[in-house]
């Protein structure tokens, strides 16, 4: 395998030993989930399902379109969280678990009043 697509460390909880995702909530109410150093299809069209199971919300491709056959290592994967969604402790994606870190703005980054 070329290191350059050699996984790269992630930053996992003390607490837990699991990776973590960062939950962004902004002041305009919108909620965003990060997942780093994430393994997923190169290229997806597709939907994705928020289902919460206890305090794990699980997200899962559906309605996918079109799938590449290869797979890449992404430093960085978004999801746009919904409101009910919000206060799940682990998020689970691809059979990863991740440990949830709250970060709430007062306002949005770059924002000019």
């Known amino acids: 395998m070329n290191d350059d697509l050699a996984a790269k460390p992630v930053a996992k909880s ?7 995702a960062r939950l962004i ?7 965003v989930l990060t ?9 997806i069209d597709a939907k994705v399902s928020q289902k ?7 997200l899962d ?6 799938v590449t056959k290869c797979i890449c290592n992404f430093d960085r994967i978004e999801f746009l969280i919904e409101p009910e969604n919000t206060a799940a402790r682990y998020i689970k994606f ?3 678990v991740y440990y949830v870190n709250y970060i709430t703005y007062t306002k949005i980054p770059g924002w000019k009043p």
């Open 25 to 31: 909530t902004y002041m305009n109410g919108e909620t």
């Open 52 to 58: 919460m199971v206890g305090d794990t919300l699980m």
């Open 35 to 43: 997942l780093e150093n994430v393994t997923d299809y190169c290229g």
């Open 14 to 20: 003390a607490a837990t030993g699991l990776p973590e």
């Open 94 to 96: 691809k059979d990863v």
């Open 61 to 66: 491709y559906y309605d996918a379109t079109s």
